[in-house]
């Protein structure tokens, strides 16, 4: 049960908090904004609330929520019995009311960054087979993989001129529409993947065995990547987010789930590297949902889901285009 005294320690120890005594009842506020006020009798907790959401949080519980005065409904702003809530509840009212009133640099310095968001939902099994077949009825999807990584292809090594000119031809297959040097001209991505491939060594680690600080490796490496140049010069470009998730999929398939701008849009409104770093969360997560369903290694369930061709990583990422970026095309 919480009480007025626990009420007054967690405010007061919020950023430009202040309290105040007004026609006898006691407020908090940040500058001249109230965020929490109690009743005359202290027994009713108003507190700083979304009003779109006010009306679902008080039909959840109305024995512990309700509606403020007809005079304050258009604010944002509901009620709560301070005798039904519990310490924790209270603490995450009195917080969350706090944070509308306060810049979001400050609230940011006191609580730390926002968590990270979940995953999306994985795939079922069902889900991910039904989007292999779409994706395996695409003409050639297979050709320019194998040429690149087939079991007759030499290793993908960014150390020599012959895999950075293979890794630059398999991008282009995929329409990165990277631009190639004319004879005598500078090659700049080629001596961009040589300075980079000494600098960030990457884990070999299959995606659903990565460790967060790999992921952490791995999101850094593709922050670098994607930023290289390909074209120097009045109109500069660099390799940019798509092409640089594909080219580390090329150099480590069991690992990295690759995306493309949709699919980047659409899960996590950015293309940086902390959103690839959550990529490879989700990837991770759907790996091991996909294993723990089908009860299978991972080359088993690629094979059983008619794609023994490519990687858990691929599959994956093929049930992202079929669903995102087809039907954005679309």
């Known amino acids: 049960m919480a009480t007025v005294e626990d009420v007054r320690r967690l405010a007061v ?5 202040e309290e105040h005594l007004i026609r006898d009842r006691v407020k908090f506020r940040v500058g001249r904004i109230v965020y929490l006020a109690l009743s005359r009798d202290e027994t009713t907790l108003g507190f700083a609330f979304p009003k779109e959401e006010r009306a679902a949080l008080v039909a959840s519980e109305p024995e512990k929520f309700s509606l403020p005065r007809t005079s304050d409904l258009r604010y ?28 979001a640099k400050v609230a940011r310095a006191h609580l730390g960054p926002d968590p990270a968001p ?14 292999a077949q779409v994706f395996a009825a695409y003409p050639g999807v297979d050709r320019s993989w194998l040429e690149l990584r087939g079991p007759a292809a030499p290793a ?45 060594p990457l884990p070999d680690t299959p995606l659903p065995d990565l460790t967060d600080p790999e992921i952490d490796t791995v999101a850094t490496a593709y922050g670098e990547l994607a930023r290289l140049p390909v074209r120097c010069g009045p109109r500069p470009r660099s390799l940019g987010p798509t092409a640089a998730a594909k080219a580390l999929y090329a150099l480590r398939p069991h690992t990295v789930m690759p995306w493309d701008a949709a699919i ?49 990583a691929k599959v994956l990422d093929e049930h992202l285009y079929v669903t995102i970026t087809r039907r954005a095309a679309g």
Do not use: I, K
Request: net charge neutral; hydrophobic share 45%; proline share 10%.
């Open 264 to 312: 980047a849009t659409e899960l996590y409104g950015a293309r940086d590297g902390a959103a690839f770093a959550r990529h490879l969360r989700t990837g991770r997560a759907w790996a091991r949902a996909a294993l723990a369903e089908s009860g299978l290694s991972a080359d088993a369930l690629v094979a059983d889901l008619g794609r023994p061709a490519v990687t858990l």
């Open 13 to 17: 120890a919020l950023p430009r908090t």
């Open 76 to 103: 944002n702003w509901a009620q709560a019995a301070l005798a039904a809530l519990s310490l924790p509840e209270l603490t995450e009212l009195v917080t969350d009311a706090w944070r509308m009133c306060v810049p």
């Open 156 to 200: 993908l090594d960014l150390g020599t001129p012959a895999g950075r000119t293979a890794l630059h031809r398999w991008l282009n297959t995929w329409g990165c529409r990277l631009p190639y040097p004319r004879e005598g001209e500078p090659y700049p991505l080629g001596e961009g993947l040589a300075a980079w491939t000494d600098s960030h």
């Open 118 to 131: 979940p995953p999306p939902p994985a795939p079922t099994l069902a889900e991910l087979r039904l989007s």
